[in-house]
């Protein structure tokens, strides 16, 4: 929030009024002198961004809120200095509660959930959608973190997850370097992957703009030939997902449905 609404803000907790706006039928927050502070509605406006000051941005982020948060505030942070407004009427900070899975709950990566909340400030949901499938099913395959920061603290090395899930994505991590889930090294690693993911979507935001884009990760076959049988539209219809997923056998042995082994 830049100072002229932090004013705005202030002043109208001195002289509030509550009115009904003519016309709107909303009844409204109103400070007895301005109209009410206007938050534009979505989307809000995309310019080209530097994907490098974007991954920058974001490892600095995550030593101050975490992955969603260094995530969220990589892009909207570099926007908001880019254009002011809207972007300064934001609650960055509320993006935190993504850390470690949200809320420390090893579900979704933090790093994805903050992109993803960014995307949906910045395009619609069928848009948003595809780009978010599109890093999603990026993350599964591509071996991470793929961005090395100016000034990092360690060097480290790079796994393929196979899953958007913070527990399976740190847990790979870990096996395969040796170091503790609780380790400084483990906590670079997710900081490189903030920035790593950060800087991927401003590759593809900056895509989008230039109307370059073109798709170009899907969900892999072994996954949509399960859906095709198990998802909303298949004959079992037992699995409710449409978006994706990057690898289904990692949590379920394989079977056999009509003479075949899946
Ligand atoms: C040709 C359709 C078909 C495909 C493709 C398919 N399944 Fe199934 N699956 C079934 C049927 C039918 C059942 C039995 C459902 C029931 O008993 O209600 C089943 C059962 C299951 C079960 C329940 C437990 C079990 O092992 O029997 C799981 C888990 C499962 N499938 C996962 C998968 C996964 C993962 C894939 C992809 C690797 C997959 N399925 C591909 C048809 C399919
Ligand atoms: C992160 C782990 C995980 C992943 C990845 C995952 N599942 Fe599951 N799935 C579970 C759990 C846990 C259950 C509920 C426990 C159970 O019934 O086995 C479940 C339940 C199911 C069932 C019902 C099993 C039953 O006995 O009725 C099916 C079918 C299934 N999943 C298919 C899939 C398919 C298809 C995919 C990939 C698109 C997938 N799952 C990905 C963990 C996972």
Known sequence: MDSSNRRRFVK????????????????????????????PALPWPYVDLDPIA????????????????????????????????????????????GGGGVAGWGSLCGALNGVAAAIYLL??????????SEIFNWYGVEKLPNYRPKTPKFEIATTISESQLCHVSVTKWANHTG??????????????LTASVAKYTTELL????????QRAHQTPAKVTLCLQCHGPSGTVANVHITGGQSNCTSCHHRHWAGGVEF
């Open 54 to 97: 974007v991954a920058e941005r974001a490892y600095l982020g995550y030593s101050n809120g975490g992955c969603m948060y260094g995530a969220f505030e990589g892009i909207i942070g570099e926007l908001r200095t880019k254009l002011g407004a809207p972007f300064d009427t934001f609650p960055t900070t509320m993006m935190k509660y």
């Open 123 to 132: 395009k619609d949901s069928k848009t948003g959608n595809d780009l978010i």
């Open 12 to 39: 109208n907790v001195g002289g509030i009024a509550i009115g009904a706006v003519a016309g709107s039928g909303v009844t409204r927050l109103l400070s007895s002198d301005e109209a009410p502070l206007a938050i």
């Open 206 to 213: 900056n895509k989008q703009l230039a109307g370059t884009y």
């Open 179 to 192: 170091f503790k889930t609780g380790s400084p090294e483990r906590a670079e690693r997710c900081a490189w």
